[in-house]
């Protein structure tokens, strides 16, 4: 099936006389006829449903969908995509090991690398984007477990070269972690360029409408975990009856071990009413996806000529320093997130803000309805001056996420936004 017809069928099909709609099954307990049959539920909780803290039909419903849509084998939801990034890394870290990442990762995820996972032990090595390969091959330590890095940088707008990561971190046995997020599979599948893990905070264009906080796991089923570095995968699990994952789910150890351990132990998965309104935002997503490209393509482009703008950061145009890149990953557009930078610093930044009517100031990005933040005062308040310059944010720098009401409206709004400064 083609992405449209995934986004609408995939995950959930009624039979003879079932709901059309995927069913909110409010529920947190699932019921067995007999003691045998529960215990039989334990010894494989892959068959069926034990409990809401890791499983539910309707979450469930939707995770299959992204799974499809992602082309992986396997996928699990969790409450914030800050859940799935935490996830993704401590199914292939303990304490002691290390990892490696590109430094322009969204704020919130840098944090949790940064300061976060040091603190548990785990140590990530940054290294950029753009290093050469002997650069990233340099960053191995023989603890290392995996490589991380985002499709679309957020708010940096970084486009990552997955095949280049890809291929020097098979080199060093461990697998490729992509957090999706911006481009979603309607604009790029990290898997066919050779990554193994896909993460996504759902809060944004999956979601769309600003209703509820998710994220997901997505697992492509490639990797091998008996390479020698992943005893978690290929020794018994004292916490589940001895289970070997890569023998017992050869064909999902990576999902099936996050969900398992991780989920059952963090707790961290979705209500199955957040995955009902997710499940309405991934139905139109490819219709979505394409308007906010267009949309934001001629934003851009408007942005670009205007006085008293010093750059404007859009994969999509094509003197941007990540277009080629953006050709190969993102041909078919690069998302509705444009980041620019004012003439004058933050506080003629803060001025072009304040005096928007259609853009709302507020912690969000990749709603339906237009939205502006400062990074600086807001999403990377945290980081040291070194760290915003290493993360591509500037004091005068905006990012504006393009919605799609009409351009003409929005970008009128814009003007506004140009008379004050
Ligand atoms: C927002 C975001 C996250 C964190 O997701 P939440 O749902 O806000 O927890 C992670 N990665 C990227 C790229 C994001 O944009």
């Not at 539910?56 to 995509?81: I, L, Q, R």
């Not at 999902?255 to 209500?271: E, H, V």
């Not at 997710?278 to 934003?299: I, S």
């Not at 807001?378 to 996420?401: F, K």
């Amino acid at each position: 099936m083609d992405m449209e017809t995934k986004c609408l069928h995939s995950g959930y099909t009624p039979k003879n006389g079932d709901p059309r709609v995927v069913p909110i099954v409010q529920s947190t307990t699932y019921v067995y006829d007999s003691t045998d049959e529960v215990a039989g539920v334990f010894d494989d909780p892959t068959k069926s449903i034990i409990y809401s803290r890791f499983a539910n039909p309707t979450v469930m419903a939707v995770e299959a969908k992204v799974a499809d849509m992602e082309g992986g084998v396997g996928a699990m939801a969790t409450s914030s995509g800050q859940a799935a990034n935490l996830l993704a890394i401590l199914n292939l870290c303990a304490a002691g090991d290390s990892f490696i990442a590109t430094p322009s990762v969204y704020g919130g995820t840098l944090n949790l690398f940064n300061i976060t996972l040091r603190r548990l032990g785990i140590e990530c090595i940054f290294v950029d984007e753009e290093a050469s390969e002997e650069e990233i091959q340099a960053a191995f330590k023989p603890n290392t477990k995996a490589v991380f890095g985002e499709t679309l940088a957020n708010p940096a707008l970084t486009v990552f070269d997955i095949e280049k990561f890809a291929k020097i971190a098979h080199a060093n046995g461990v697998p490729l972690i992509v957090d999706n997020t911006f481009a979603t599979p309607v604009l790029c599948r990290p898997f066919e360029w050779g990554a193994d893990i896909v993460t996504h905070s759902t809060s944004k264009y999956m979601d769309g409408h600003a209703l509820q906080c998710g994220g997901m796991i997505v697992d492509a089923g490639k990797f091998d975990y008996t390479n020698g570095k992943f005893p978690e995968f290929t020794e018994p699990d004292e916490s589940y009856h001895g289970i070997v994952y890569t023998d017992k789910y050869a064909d999902a150890p990576y999902i099936t071990k996050a969900r398992m351990q991780l989920m059952r132990d963090f707790g961290c998965y979705p209500a199955a009413h957040s995955a009902f309104l997710l499940n309405l935002g991934l139905e139109t997503l490819p219709v979505r996806m394409r308007q906010y490209c267009d949309n934001a393509m001629q934003v851009a482009t408007f942005l670009e000529q205007a006085d008293g703008i010093a750059s404007v950061t859009y994969p999509g145009l094509p003197g941007d320093r990540y277009h080629a890149l953006a050709e190969k990953y993102l041909p078919d557009g690069t998302s509705g997130v444009i980041s620019f930078v004012v003439k004058g610093g933050r506080p003629q930044a803060v001025k072009f803000m304040d005096s928007l009517k259609l853009a709302s100031n507020e912690v969000h990005v990749a709603d339906i309805r237009t939205c502006v933040l400062h990074p600086a005062s807001a999403t990377h308040r945290q980081l040291t001056d070194e760290q915003l310059v290493a993360a591509g944010i500037d004091g005068g720098m905006i990012r504006l996420s393009v919605g799609l009401e009409s351009v003409h409206d929005i970008i009128e709004d814009l003007k506004r936004g140009l008379a004050a400064l």
